[in-house]
Each structure stands twice: as structure tokens, then as C-alpha cells.
């Protein structure tokens, strides 16, 4: 069975720093689109950064309001994927999901309502002063 573990989370004050990790079992990650994902109570789940397989020549994609804070990247070789994140800021405060699909489109192309079928349990990412 596949299974994605999320580590990293915590609390730290806005402007600070933190790498959640998404390490897999059962599964290349090198192989498969993934994606970071975010999701608070009072929100839907959002797609905040994809990677495409090793070797496809589509670049990482961002939700807009991360995109030049976060960096998604992956270690093949641990087959661990990375969300880096800088410059937090309190609406960034979510539990963080990794994730995936054999079909590309539920990733890359994800909507509301749609459900990749292969997610971690999540990590708490808290950014308050």
C-alpha cells in the first residue's frame, strides 16, 4: 500500500522558515506528478505546488499566493519530496499534505472536489507572533 509520511510542521513566528518532508513508501516519486497541498477548518483544500515526473520537461507550478516563497523539490534517491518554505506568514497556517495519483491530471490539474488518490496524513504548519 502506498503511504506518504509529512514531517516538519510546527510553529514559528511570521517571516520565518521551515522544509516539510514528504517521505514515500511503495512508490517512486520520481515516477508521479506530486503535489503539496494545504488545508485549514475554515477552508477548502488547496493546491499549493506540483512537481512533474523526472525527466518531463514541465516546470514546478505554484499557487499564487506562495509562489516565490515556496519551493517544492524531490529527492529521488531517498524518495522524499520537499516543500521549503520562507517568509511565512499567518495565512499560511494549515496542516500540509503531500500527494499523488497515477493520473497527472488530478494532480496538476487539481480542483475542489477532485480527490488524488494516494495522500500523507498531514503536518501542522502554525505561523503566529
Known amino acids: 500500500q502506498v503511504r506518504f509520511v509529512e514531517s516538519g510542521g510546527g510553529l514559528v513566528q511570521p517571516g520565518e522558515s521551515l522544509t516539510l518532508s514528504c517521505a514515500a513508501s511503495r512508490i517512486a516519486v520520481s515516477t508521479f506528478a506530486m503535489g503539496w497541498f494545504r488545508q485549514t477548518p475554515c477552508q477548502q483544500r488547496e493546491l499549493i505546488a506540483t512537481i512533474a515526473p523526472a525527466g518531463s520537461s514541465v516546470a514546478s507550478k505554484y499557487h499564487n499566493s506562495v509562489e516565490d516563497r515556496f519551493t517544492i523539490s524531490r529527492d529521488n534517491a531517498k524518495n522524499i519530496v520537499y516543500l521549503h518554505m520562507n517568509n511565512l506568514k499567518p495565512k499560511d497556517t494549515a496542516v500540509y499534505y503531500c500527494?499523488?495519483?497515477?493520473?497527472?491530471?488530478?494532480?496538476?490539474?487539481?480542483?475542489?472536489?477532485?480527490?488524488?488518490?494516494?495522500w500523507g496524513q498531514g503536518t501542522q504548519v502554525t505561523v503566529s507572533s
Open positions: 500527494a499523488t495519483d497515477p493520473r497527472p491530471a488530478m494532480v496538476v490539474r487539481y480542483q475542489c472536489g477532485m480527490t488524488p488518490a494516494h
